[in-house]
């Protein structure tokens, strides 16, 4: 039968020998010496007898064979009790590297809710930054419409919200934080009158039939676009569907769409152009909860503050002054 140490201490005692104890222990292990165990850990050679004599009394009988001028042999006891010290030593030592690790913000898991597009720009670029600093943490992506990013935000399901469209009232110990601003443009199929022109202003934009993602009736797009295009009337369908899908809807000739720069990708069906003049973009936002003390959410938010010290400009469409739109 396998000897069990803790099951062989008595009941009185406390059966939680002292690290540094478990540590004295397998240096003599190691050495086969008091001496040499005093040696190598800095310390007296009666100190390391007296520590190895306290083990002793808790697990209730002699670790070592002792004699004179011999060297030290594991007794039955001893051989039991070394592979659990060199269990808890170890797992203690894996413990505290991860807890080390998580509050140097090198390690851990962090969730972001965003609705931006992540093609190019800031967020693109903070999450590239943060991955390659911090290549233990495991990013979660959840891509949403801004009122489910904020729900999933304040019933803690997300650390991190970045989006476009926010309406300014939000729950109550959420904090919220500007970055830069995100230029708006629109997708539109190849054959389509406009498709020649190099800008369209919201007067163009409000002729369009434009197509726009929904989720559970939530109308927060809707509302940005009418209040930019002036009191137009606005001919829109809403879609409970993907980016992607929306996108590929477009393709089809089934409309237009708004996109946000970031959010440009080449498609064979679409053109895509630039939106002129005032409320041409649209303010990218951070939402945190104010309770919140995530280390690794402080490092990625530093990021996307930097990001709004280099506003996002597209490759393909170079920045365009924010002209009033006389259409």
Not at 3 to 21: I, K, S, W, Y
Not at 100 to 110: H, K, M, W
Not at 114 to 143: D, H, W
Request: aromatic share 6%.
């Amino acid at each position: 039968m396998r000897f069990d140490p803790v099951a062989r201490a008595t009941p009185q005692r406390a059966l939680r020998p002292e690290l540094h104890q478990l540590e004295t222990f397998l240096k003599v292990v190691e050495t086969r010496s008091f001496t040499g165990a005093a040696r190598l850990l800095g310390c007296s050679q009666p100190a390391v007898s007296q520590t190895i004599a306290r083990l002793e009394e808790a697990f209730g009988g002699d670790l070592f064979v002792r004699g004179r001028g011999s060297r030290l042999e594991l007794t039955p006891i001893g051989r039991s009790v070394e592979p659990y010290a060199i269990d808890v030593l170890a797992t203690i030592d894996t413990q505290m590297r991860r807890a080390i690790e998580t509050a140097q913000s090198r390690t851990g898991q962090l969730s972001i809710g965003f609705y931006l597009g992540i093609t190019t720009g800031p967020l693109r670029n903070a999450l590239r930054t943060f991955s390659a600093e911090s290549p233990k943490v495991q990013l979660r992506m959840i891509e949403g419409l801004p009122g489910d990013l904020h729900r999933q935000l304040h019933e803690g399901s997300i650390d991190l919200m970045v989006a476009a469209f926010m309406p300014r009232q939000t729950a109550v110990g959420i904090d919220r934080m500007s970055l830069w601003e995100e230029r708006l443009f629109v997708a539109m199929p190849v054959n389509h009158p406009f498709a020649t022109r190099p800008s369209l202003g919201w007067t163009e934009v409000a002729s369009l039939k434009l197509l726009m993602r929904t989720w559970q009736g939530e109308n927060s797009i809707y509302h940005a676009v009418l209040s930019r295009i002036g009191g137009r009337k606005l001919d829109c369908e809403q879609h409970t569907v993907s980016r992607e899908a929306l996108l590929a809807m477009v393709g089809m000739g089934l409309g237009s769409a708004i996109l946000f720069e970031s959010a440009i990708v080449p498609h064979p069906d679409l053109v895509v152009r630039p939106i002129r003049g005032r409320h041409a973009s649209a303010t990218a936002e951070a939402f945190w909860s104010a309770s919140d003390g995530n280390p690794l959410r402080h490092r990625l938010l530093g990021h996307l503050r930097a990001g709004h010290e280099t506003p996002p400009v597209s490759p393909l469409f170079p920045a365009m002054p924010l002209a009033p739109d006389h259409d």
